[in-house]
């Protein structure tokens, strides 16, 4: 089955968008659960990528259950509610008080042609002309200072034998399993009779991910109140090996009849990706510790944006 990638190039190698979870309900409360918005952020370098996902979900219930493909097996951690803030933070607009005086300059040449053209007119006006460039000598002087500095500060802009589970860990308020399989039936049952409720949909989708040998990270997520509200759990860390960075998109579609995406990419290269656009691009300049420590020293940080429909 070919594969649906959406390619970001980054480190001069594509960026593949294939699948990044579905927020699904368990089989004892199978309500409809939509994901409204997403947040992610990639950091990819020497073969390894960790990509951390923050993912908004609404629906029914107490009970829900995330999916997520990766093409090899991860190193799950927990990430801080405050970490997509900050890079929210560290991605604002600047905002320039100093407006660079352009006029001055302005100011400046007509005031030199007009002294030139009075000089032209008379000897004795040999004399204004060294007084008045005397003047603007002096002008410019105090006033080159200050325009370079405004510039500056404009550019700076088991289902049975079938199914291996890898590993089992508790990560934060998640419960995560770590599953491969051969057998697209085999996996689809080991989800279903453990409280993972599968969708007719989905089967195909599953089944390119196993020809493809990818694994699945299967979580739990429990919450207190049953009412239809949009719960916003603590990220999630994954780091794994692969040849080229991925962000995984193809079974978050079948959960979303539009989905805004913010997406953090950390690199020695600007970042770009069919259907984003580019809100910024900036040298990194990091503060908090758990986020300094997992970028590294990443040179390039680029925010992409979009509003994706399913397809």
């Given at each position: 089955?070919?594969?649906?990638?959406?390619?970001?190039?980054?480190?001069?190698?594509?960026?593949?968008?294939?699948?990044?979870?579905?927020?699904?309900?368990t089989?004892?409360?199978?309500?409809?659960?939509?994901?409204?918005?997403?947040?992610?952020?990639?950091?990819?370098?020497?073969?390894?990528?960790?990509?951390?996902?923050?993912?908004?979900?609404?629906?029914?219930?107490?009970?829900?259950?995330?999916?997520?493909?990766?093409?090899?097996?991860?190193?799950?951690?927990?990430?801080?509610?405050?970490?997509?803030?900050?890079?929210?933070?560290?991605?604002?607009?600047?905002?320039?008080?100093?407006?660079?005086?352009?006029?001055?300059?302005?100011?400046?040449?007509?005031?030199?042609?007009?002294?030139?053209?009075?000089?032209?007119?008379?000897v004795?006006?040999?004399?204004?002309?060294?007084?008045?460039l005397?003047?603007?000598?002096?002008?410019?002087?105090?006033?080159?200072?200050?325009?370079?500095?405004?510039?500056?500060?404009?550019?700076?802009?088991?289902?049975?034998?079938?199914?291996?589970?890898?590993?089992?860990?508790?990560?934060?308020?998640?419960?995560?399993?770590?599953?491969?399989?051969?057998?697209?039936?085999?996996?689809?049952?080991?989800?279903?009779?453990?409280?993972?409720?599968?969708?007719?949909?989905?089967?195909?989708?599953?089944a390119?991910?196993?020809?493809?040998?990818?694994?699945?990270?299967?979580?739990?997520?429990?919450r207190?109140?049953?009412?239809?509200?949009t719960?916003?759990?603590?990220?999630?860390?994954?780091?794994?090996?692969?040849?080229?960075?991925?962000?995984p998109?193809?079974?978050?579609?079948?959960?979303?009849?539009?989905?805004?995406?913010?997406?953090?990419?950390?690199?020695?290269?600007?970042?770009?990706?069919?259907?984003?656009?580019?809100?910024?691009?900036?040298?990194?300049?990091?503060?908090?510790?758990?986020?300094?420590?997992?970028?590294?020293?990443?040179?390039?940080?680029?925010?992409?944006?979009?509003?994706?429909?399913?397809?």
């Amino acid at each position: 089955m070919k594969r649906i990638l959406l390619s970001l190039l980054l480190f001069c190698l594509p960026l593949a968008a294939r699948a990044d979870g579905m927020v699904i309900p368990t089989v004892a409360y199978p309500a409809k659960v939509t994901i409204p918005d997403q947040r992610a952020l990639i950091c990819f370098r020497n073969g390894t990528e960790r990509l951390v996902i923050e993912t908004r979900f609404t629906g029914a219930g107490t009970n829900f259950a995330w999916v997520v493909p990766l093409p090899s097996p991860p190193v799950i951690e927990e990430a801080t509610t405050g970490l997509f803030p900050t890079l929210q933070y560290l991605f604002r607009p600047e905002i320039v008080h100093d407006v660079p005086r352009y006029y001055i300059g302005i100011l400046f040449a007509l005031g030199f042609i007009y002294v030139l053209w009075r000089a032209s007119q008379s000897v004795w006006n040999a004399f204004i002309i060294l007084f008045w460039l005397f003047f603007f000598a002096i002008l410019a002087a105090m006033l080159l200072p200050t325009l370079a500095t405004a510039s500056k500060g404009m550019a700076s802009t088991v289902s049975g034998e079938a199914v291996s589970i890898l590993d089992r860990k508790l990560v934060g308020i998640f419960e995560t399993t770590t599953i491969t399989s051969r057998d697209p039936k085999a996996l689809e049952n080991w989800l279903r009779e453990n409280g993972f409720a599968v969708s007719t949909n989905a089967k195909p989708i599953i089944a390119s991910y196993i020809k493809d040998n990818w694994i699945f990270v299967a979580t739990k997520v429990r919450r207190d109140d049953a009412k239809p509200d949009t719960s916003t759990p603590h990220p999630l860390s994954f780091t794994f090996k692969t040849d080229k960075p991925v962000y995984p998109m193809r079974l978050t579609g079948l959960t979303s009849q539009s989905l805004g995406v913010d997406l953090y990419v950390f690199g020695n290269a600007r970042a770009t990706a069919r259907h984003f656009n580019v809100e910024s691009c900036t040298r990194p300049n990091i503060a908090h510790p758990r986020l300094r420590q997992w970028v590294g020293d990443s040179t390039v940080a680029t925010k992409l944006t979009a509003t994706l429909s399913p397809a």
